[in-house]
């Protein structure tokens, strides 16, 4: 029989082995040490003795759970009315902000107005001008621009002379006054001395000696000029001196007022010239706000310059519309100097244009292509409905193409029909309409993931003998998710048990009405088979495809979307598209995705050789240089340069992001990768359920020998493993080691996309062996762990016999009822196990693929919560390399 340890007991009453060690000895029952075995007797004696104890214990902790409930109410409900208050002041600041907006639309046409009246103003203050100049040219014909200044000074001269000849005469008539020999003077000497003497009392002035020149005896002035100052007269040699004094300054001040004259010149010209130019440039803008109005586009966008990757600094001058010498200096100061013929990085221009206080945008050559393509409404065209048929397995979906395709042959005919394409055409009354081959609404919906959106029209097929089943009705979830109409073909109506009017009323709890009963949906009774009904559901295609209005413009260059593309032995690159604008013709250059080439054949859905594919047309188009994927926009370009500049560009974006994917390093090649490095570390980030993990496994760590490899704990802590710790061990080159979490779904994308070890364990001393092994180089994993699928409950409901249940949703991959599996919530491991129950409806089924739902029963595991996530996961063994 087995016994019982008295720790495992002690665990089992959350007690320490010591407290019940005292409780054994209280019991006079015999036990040494936490080690010692009790005989199942004495257990079910301490277990009876002890049910108080465990009755206490659990309502204390009955009762800490209701406090702690109750704690959380709390902090929900405050939590909720801080949403409250955000939400209200967000609604506020929104407010603000759109006042704001307004009131910057106001001012910006407010300026636009008072440019457009400066403009005016300025206009005509320029007309005046010229005309005031025109006149001063006409009265100083000839003359030099400085002319008008040399003028001005002579008057100035002018008047200063009268000014000084009249100090000088009343000086002379004081003297006069004062000594008689004077007189004698003859009439020219005076003169000459009048003349000269204009400015003596200046100079009389600067000298500070008046009167010792009056004191001292005059001399002849011509006696004096040749003999120097000893005879010359007083007066004379004062008007000589002013003379001098005079002709210097007035040279001085004309040297000037030639200088000044120039530089107002040049400075008008100048100020002229930006006058010029900020008239252009506001026109300029007056002329983007114009355009931009006739095109409805957003205002807020217009002041961004778009500038091509690559461009070279005399393309962003002459985007920027500023002298490329600007530009150049810029990138001088930067430290970059670049010629005008070179190309600049992005980042040079952005800073350029941030110096200059400019907004760039730079584009990519793919961002260059993207844009919508407009139609004048008069080029549109009526055009095929493109139709998808979807449904329940087994409902006929591929009879209903089958029986589409063989519409309108000959009975002799139908044998020969092959398909050819993934695309058919049908002809009725006329018309045409185009159906995609690929039933189902996964591939209809990879196609809307890309950005497809092909389908005008969905057949829904619901066989009337079983009735909407599961993907019926998620055929309805897609279909109504695409904004696409739904026809509904109810068919096998041969069969005995079929039931048209059940499947009509079921579909009524799905909001598919049939018309009849006031609904929008049109309903057709067929059987696939038989070929009962199918013009009947052709024609209500078309009359369907007649509300839409669908149209496009023929009379263009092709673009369109790839439904399929292989590499074909023989042929090369194979890829059916469906062109949805303008006529594709043999030989033109195209673009697909990353491949690139010209049409070399096209092929119609019957496999006959085409020249030219208008829109809705599927053709099979050969001469691509590489294989597209499916959904891929297609375009044709003009210039087959674009075309394979655009390929090119695409291929090179998606190697540079290939390569930016740093190699990290990871616990297989850490000794290779050690043996390398000069610094040998490995960094950990670790993650853990409970404190506790944490501390045993950097005890262990710490014991590590690391004399070859340092270990660095970089950072610990409890909770999911997340974005930001992939975030933080790719920047140091860490991995990450998880107990009992696993990484959300934003963190595996992470990890996988900078390639950044995530490796997760549920016991410590298998991390510590794995460390310890890939240290040494040791380290040959004799098995993997390969997810398979992940499925998010939603919901959870009771099951007879099997308990609760989990109603899931697969959002990746494929669950299958063999695999392991974990239920992670909030990141935490919560349980590992088995599968007890996979179902779809009542059905117990094997797998369940992504995008499906179905129910999960756990192998004795009934705590399931919505919100949790079950990890389905097969460990495969892995072939030793060595
Ligand atoms: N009696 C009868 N049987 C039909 C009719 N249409 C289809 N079937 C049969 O139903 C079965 C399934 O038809 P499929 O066309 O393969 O159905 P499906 O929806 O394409 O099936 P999956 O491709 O598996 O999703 C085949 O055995 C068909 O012969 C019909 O109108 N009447």
Redesign the pocket.
């Known amino acids: 029989m087995a016994k019982t340890r008295v720790h495992d007991l002690a665990k089992e009453y959350g007690m320490t082995s010591k407290e019940m060690l005292d409780h054994l000895r209280d019991m006079k029952i015999p036990a040494k040490s936490a080690s010692s075995t009790l005989e199942d007797a004495y257990v079910s004696i301490v277990r009876k003795k002890l049910k108080p104890i465990l009755e206490d214990r659990a309502a204390q902790i009955e009762a800490a759970k209701k406090a702690e409930e109750e704690a959380a109410a709390e902090a929900k409900k405050a939590e909720e009315e801080a949403a409250e208050k955000e939400r209200v002041a967000a609604e506020k600041r929104r407010e603000r902000e759109r006042a704001e907006e307004e009131k910057k639309r106001a001012a910006a046409e407010a300026a636009r107005k008072r440019a457009e009246e400066e403009k005016k103003r300025a206009t005509e203050k320029a007309a005046k001008e010229r005309a005031e100049e025109e006149e001063r040219n006409r009265v100083h014909d000839n003359a030099p621009k400085s002319m008008p200044t040399f003028t001005s000074l002579l008057d100035q001269i002018a008047q200063q002379e009268q000014v000084l000849k009249q100090q000088a005469e009343e000086a002379a008539q004081k003297k006069a006054e004062g000594q008689g020999r004077r007189e004698r003077r003859s009439d020219s000497d005076h003169a000459r001395s009048e003349r000269k003497s204009y400015s003596a009392p200046s100079r009389m002035e600067q000298d500070g000696s008046p009167e010792q020149g009056e004191g001292r005896p005059g001399r002849k002035g011509r006696k004096g000029s040749r003999r120097g100052d000893e005879g010359e007269d007083r007066y004379s040699r004062m008007a000589r001196e002013a003379e001098a004094y005079n002709r210097s300054r007035v040279l001085d001040e004309a040297r000037e007022a030639v200088e000044e004259a120039s530089r107002e010149s040049t400075g008008r010209r100048r100020r002229r010239k930006e006058r010029r130019q900020k008239q252009a440039e506001e026109a300029a803008e007056e002329k983007r706000i114009e355009e931009a109005i006739a095109n409805d586009q957003d205002l807020s966008q217009l002041d961004t310059v778009k500038v091509p990757q690559g461009a070279t600094v005399a393309q962003l001058a002459e985007l920027l519309g500023v002298p490329a010498n600007d530009i150049i200096k810029r990138l001088f100061l930067l430290g970059n100097p670049l010629t005008l013929t070179e190309s600049m990085s992005d980042d040079l221009i952005e800073l350029v244009a941030d110096d200059l206080g400019r907004d760039v945008k730079v584009m990519t050559k793919e961002e260059e292509n993207s844009f919508t393509f407009y139609d004048d409404p008069k080029d549109l065209k009526p055009r095929p409905p493109v139709v998808t048929v979807m ?10 193409l ?1 029986a589409i395709r063989h519409t309108g042959v000959a009975e002799g005919e139908a044998g020969g029909i092959t398909q050819a394409i993934g695309a058919s055409q049908v002809k009725i009354n006329g018309r045409t309409i185009t159906f995609i081959d690929t ?2 609404h996964e591939t209809f919906t990879a196609m809307r993931a890309r950005g497809a959106k092909v389908t005008d029209i969905v057949i829904l ?1 619901v ?1 009337a003998d079983d009735g909407v089943m599961p993907q019926t009705v998620e055929s309805i979830n897609h279909a109504k998710a695409a904004g696409v109409p739904i026809v509904v073909a109810v ?5 005995p048990g079929a039931d048209p009017t059940r499947v009509r009323q079921e579909l009524t709890e799905y909001g598919i009405i049939p018309e009849e009963w006031g609904g929008q949906n049109m309903f057709v009774d ?5 070929h ?1 009904g199918i013009d009947n559901l052709l024609e209500a295609v078309l009359l369907e495809a007649d509300v839409l209005e669908l149209k496009a413009n023929p009379d263009t260059f092709a673009s369109g979307n790839v439904l399929e593309a292989k590499l074909d032995r023989g042929r090369g690159s194979v890829a059916t598209v469906l062109v949805t604008r303008g006529t594709l013709h043999v030989g033109d250059a195209l673009v697909a995705g990353m491949a690139y080439g010209r049409v070399r054949a096209m092929l119609d859905p019957k496999g006959n050789p085409v020249e030219t594919a208008g829109p809705s047309d599927p053709v099979e188009i050969l001469g691509l240089q590489s294989v597209p994927m499916a959904g891929d926009e297609f375009r044709v370009f003009q210039d087959d340069r674009d075309a394979r500049d655009l390929a090119d560009q695409r291929a090179l974006k998606a190697r540079i992001e290939e390569q930016n994917r740093v190699k990290h390093v990871t616990l297989e090649n850490l000794f290779d990768t050690m043996a390398d490095a000069e610094v040998k570390e490995l960094n950990l980030i670790i993650k853990a359920d409970v404190q506790g993990s944490i501390e045993a496994l950097q005890d262990s760590l710490d014991k590590m020998d690391q004399s070859e490899v340092r270990i660095n704990t970089i950072h610990a802590a409890v909770g999911a493993i997340t974005e930001t710790d992939v975030t933080l061990a790719d920047a140091s080159n860490a991995i990450i080691i998880g107990f009992g979490v696993r990484p959300d779904a934003k963190a595996r994308a992470a990890a996988e996309r900078e390639g950044v070890e995530i490796r997760t364990y549920s016991v410590i001393y298998k991390a510590i062996e794995d460390i310890d092994a890939a240290r040494i180089g040791m380290l040959k994993p004799t098995e993997e762990e390969v997810q398979t699928g992940i499925a998010e409950v939603r919901d959870t409901f009771k099951v007879p016999k099997v308990g609760i249940a989990a109603g899931c949703m697969i959002s990746e991959g494929e669950v299958s009822r063999d695999d392991q599996v974990r239920l992670v919530r909030d990141g935490i491991v919560v349980y590992e196990g088995k599968i007890a129950s996979l179902r779809r409806y009542k059905d117990d089924v094997k797998s369940v693929k992504a995008g499906f739902e179905c129910g999960i029963g756990l192998e004795n595991f009934q705590d399931i919560h919505p919100g949790d996530q079950i990890e389905a996961y097969r460990v495969e063994e892995v072939a030793r390399t060595e």
Do not use: F
């Open positions: 449904g329940h397995v087994d409902h006929g979906k591929t009879s209903l089958d039933p189902g097929i066989a068919n096998k109506i041969d069969k067929i059987s696939a088979k038989k009962i």
